[in-house]
């Protein structure tokens, strides 16, 4: 059974830092991603990672954000700094073996994690 656990989030003040985790289970991917959901909106690529080092940033993340992954834990994680309050979200682990050229678009992923609330505070 393939499984995708995510840890990390929590609530920090504007400025702040945030470690998130995503620890898959079951199978490997080629592509791990992060992503992300504010209320009333539609689900937001952040970060990807490739089992081969490649990585890719949503451009308002860009500078703030690192992932990296560690293929023999199956690990994810995305490192987030100078959190500000319209970073708060769901940000959900997304998991699958397509195309990279594809990694920003959700239909891609056949896996989801829960989600970890993160709320960035004023």
């Known amino acids: 059974q393939v499984q995708l656990v995510e840890s990390g989030g929590g609530l920090v003040q504007t400025g702040g830092s945030l470690r998130l985790s995503c620890a898959a289970s079951g199978r490997t991917f080629n592509i791990m991603t992060w992503f992300r959901q504010a209320p009333g909106q539609e689900r937001e690529f952040v970060a990807a990672s490739h089992w081969t080092s490649l990585t890719d940033y949503a451009v308002s993340m860009q500078g703030r954000v690192t992932i990296s992954r560690d293929n023999d834990r199956n690990t994810v994680y995305l490192q987030m700094n100078s959190l500000e309050a319209e970073d708060t979200g769901v940000y959900y682990c997304?998991?699958?073996?397509?195309?990279?050229?594809?990694?920003?678009?959700?239909?891609?992923?056949?896996?989801w994690g829960q989600g970890t609330q993160v709320t960035v505070s004023s």
């Open positions: 997304a998991a699958g073996s397509g195309a990279w050229a594809d990694r920003p678009n959700p239909h891609l992923y056949n896996y």
